[in-house]
């Protein structure tokens, strides 16, 4: 089972208690990078995530970021969403700045945040700052902590409002330019990725849980790569099309939640991704050999 990062795992991480950031709708809460005790001899990789997070860095760092490695040695804004993998390291110990973390539901009412090109992709995720840039985004930072801390009725709205100036601020900006990481072949780090970002959608362990990606053209737009290039990268490492691996593994999960709970076949086929339960049924048939109901029915290995 893949590890999946979820807000209450990220507290104990950070030694934090999750006190503040509920607003009923979601969740959002600040840090002070200075204030968190996390050690450089630690790094945390997860399968999966399940919040977004807007990062001020200063000092100098690292940022891997999918097939990417982005320096930097004075102050930049990163944006990371769940899906795409994503490692901070630090190359000193004198770094500050803030952590913004918030869930997709924060934005439920407001705003379809993963969309915006910031938690797209490695070319637009890491903002380079100036120094009049910085003065800028740390007083915003600081707006929105004494907003978060104070008892408006209405200052989840405020905060929402505050961190969109952020992220448009931000894209506005000239991105940083990153390096593929070396080490192994462009197609091994592709397929790796690929790999990655295909088993952070599994298990579903929720039934109103539904996987994002489901297509070649959706792996490729998270990877910031072409839809052949992914497909020449994963038949010369595997021997399989992008369309093969993506049915093999969401054929495997079906098999696996038909056999392991009691969810209708519907359920199981909206959280898999597919919008109608008669394309399921016809995927899985020519995947297993049988319908999904008549799968349950009998004892397969």
């Not at 959002?28 to 790094?43: A, G, H, Q, T």
């Not at 929720?206 to 737009?221: C, G, M, W």
């Not at 992914?230 to 369309?243: F, R, Y």
Request: net charge negative; proline share 3%.
């Amino acid at each position: 089972m893949s590890l999946f990062l979820e807000l209450k795992s990220f507290y104990k991480h950070i030694n934090r208690a999750p006190e503040s950031g509920e607003s009923g709708v979601g969740h959002f809460n600040i840090f002070k990078v200075e204030d968190l005790m996390i050690s450089r001899d630690r790094p945390a990789t997860y399968s999966r995530r399940n919040f977004f997070k807007v990062s001020l860095v200063n000092g100098h760092s690292r940022i891997h970021y999918a097939d990417q490695s982005i320096e930097v040695t004075g102050s930049a804004l990163v944006f990371t969403n769940p899906l795409i993998p994503y490692h901070w390291e630090r190359m000193d110990e004198q770094q500050s700045g803030y952590v913004c973390i918030f869930t997709e539901a924060f934005f439920s009412r407001f705003a379809s945040v993963k969309d915006y090109p910031v938690f797209q992709s490695a070319d637009a995720a890491v903002v380079n700052l100036r120094a009049d840039d910085v003065l800028f985004f740390n007083e915003l930072y600081e707006k929105m902590l004494a907003e978060l801390n104070g008892d408006y009725a209405f200052k989840y709205d405020f905060l929402r409002t505050m961190l969109m100036e952020l992220v448009h601020s931000a894209q506005k900006m000239v991105p940083a330019a990153g390096q593929q990481q070396a080490g192994s072949n462009a197609a091994e780090r592709i397929t790796a990725l690929f790999a990655e970002l295909l088993e952070r959608q599994f298990p579903i362990e929720l039934s109103n849980q539904v996987i994002r990606l489901n297509s070649p053209s959706a792996f490729a737009k998270q990877l910031n790569i072409h839809v052949n290039h992914l497909n020449k990268a994963l038949k010369e490492t595997t021997g399989q099309t992008t369309s093969q691996l993506i049915s093999e593994r969401i054929a495997q999960e079906a098999r696996i939640l038909l056999k392991s709970t009691n969810w209708t076949v519907n359920e199981i086929a909206w959280g898999l991704g597919f919008e109608e339960p008669n394309h399921f049924s016809s995927f899985f048939r020519n995947a297993a050999g049988m319908t999904p109901r008549q799968f349950r029915q009998v004892d397969v290995d």
